[in-house]
């Protein structure tokens, strides 16, 4: 069996790689390193450095190719990025799809498995609720927008061509080699500023100085789990992925600043553009189908701050 992973560099595309490695399948990893990194590939991987908004390229590697199976998990994953340049989000999360949806419909593939979003898009989810996978879509960001449009190709792309899909909406991601430099991605801005002795900043959920949005935080392995489910269960349609449990990010930074047993800088801002206030999912209909997410909230959280700690400690001038 043959699987491209496009991301496949990055965070939640190089664990979904070394999987799929794991089970015996040929892999080829499409990423642009924006913000993937190469060492991220396992050596029996193939690589192909490619932006997914180039058509001629993405065509040309998947006919050489000619995967069985697609998961889709490069993306612009910003979402104050996507509020300040919406058109470069849906340029990436839009367009560039479509080129992949598009080839991988050319050359046949089995499935096409989605990287969807359930943090961004059903909008404000009231306390003591969770979002199930009829909750209505109402995204607030543009990556949310782009993220919803996206879906709604795959379904006509699954009535028009008889492609099948599975959509995850996956919660908070968090896990080892989350980019920490970036804008998205709280649990590894935290850990790779606080080893540093570097101040950490806490939006606000409403007013400045409160605990910070509610979140679903989910580990990248679980989110792995399900990817491999998509295909081996043969899932269609949409499904969350996600814990259920809601937890304020200043709850993430103090679970993360006892781990590392350090006391942070704490500087307190407003609410971010684009930025949900509460945020949790539902993910029983995956549970339905045999998925548990492994790792508690601690557990995880604790793994994943000693990950970051080695790597400090391993690579002290690493900026």
């Known amino acids: 069996m043959r699987a491209i992973v496009t991301g496949g560099a990055g965070f939640i595309g190089s664990h979904l790689v070394d999987a799929l490695l794991d089970r015996g399948f040929e892999v080829m990893a499409l990423d642009d390193l924006s913000s993937g990194r190469r060492e991220n590939v396992a050596p029996q991987a193939e690589f192909v450095a490619l932006d997914i908004r180039d058509r001629k390229a993405v065509f040309d590697v998947f006919k050489a190719f000619r995967p069985d199976f697609v998961f889709h998990q490069a993306a612009q994953a910003s979402v104050s990025v996507s509020v300040r340049e919406p058109y470069l989000d849906a340029e990436v999360n839009l367009m560039g799809g479509l080129n992949v949806l ?28 969770r979002a199930t996978e009829d909750w209505p879509v109402r995204p607030k960001s543009p990556y949310a927008a ?25 919660a908070n991601v968090y896990g080892p080699r989350q980019n920490p430099h970036g804008e998205a991605g709280v649990v590894a801005i935290f850990s790779h500023r606080m080893l540093r002795g570097e101040p950490v900043v806490l939006f606000a959920r ?15 392995s679980d989110v792995v789990a399900a990817n491999l489910l998509a295909i081996e269960g043969g899932l269609d349609g949409v499904y969350n992925v996600g814990t259920g449990e809601g937890h304020a990010t200043e709850e993430v930074l103090w679970t993360i600043a006892q781990v590392l047993e350090v006391k942070p800088e ?54």
Request: aromatic share 14%.
């Open 102 to 129: 598009e080839a991988a419909r050319e050359v046949g593939v089995r499935r096409f498995v989605f990287a969807s979003t359930g943090g961004a898009i059903y909008g404000e989810i009231p306390e003591d609720q």
């Open 146 to 170: 782009d993220k919803a449009g996206f879906e709604y190709h795959l379904e006509a792309f699954w009535q028009n061509f008889q492609l099948p899909y599975t959509s995850l909406r996956y």
């Open 206 to 220: 409403e007013e400045v100085g409160d605990p910070g949005g509610v979140r679903d935080y989910i580990h990248v």
């Open 266 to 319: 704490i500087r307190f801002a407003p609410p971010r553009p684009g930025d949900l206030q509460r945020s949790v999912l539902d993910a029983a209909k995956l549970e339905r189908v045999g998925w548990r997410p492994r790792l508690s909230f601690d557990e995880g959280m604790r793994q994943t701050a000693l990950w970051f700690q080695a790597q400090v400690l391993e690579r002290p001038r690493d900026s």
